[in-house]
């Protein structure tokens, strides 16, 4: 007995320490997604053109940490994004993510 106790703790902290990573770019990356959200908003959602470059530009900006292989940056920048989006233009934010149960 004594000794499952001790393995349920271990496992407990291992698990603990394999959860979310943080990453140095993490501020950088929620600046910038917040940035790309609000450049996006405020383009004229009738101007479908100016619409898919804002998109493009926002994809762009959150590769550059994919290509730098941190992938908690690229969830940071999402993150920002998203929440960003969905605080200051609820429908559009809704027309892009569907699939997003939580709206």
Do not use: W
């Amino acid at each position: 007995m004594k000794y499952l106790i001790y393995l349920l703790l271990i496992v407990a902290m291992c698990m603990g320490s394999c959860g979310e990573k943080k990453s140095p770019l993490d501020a950088e990356a929620r600046d910038s997604g917040m940035r790309a959200a609000a450049a996006l908003v405020a383009v004229d959602h009738t101007d479908t053109m100016s619409m898919e470059r804002a998109v493009m530009d926002a994809k762009a900006k959150q590769s550059v940490y994919a290509l730098k292989r941190d992938s908690a940056a690229v969830r940071a920048f999402d993150e920002a994004f998203r929440s960003y989006l969905k605080e200051k233009d609820h429908l559009l934010y809704q027309a892009i993510f569907p699939e997003d149960k939580t709206n």
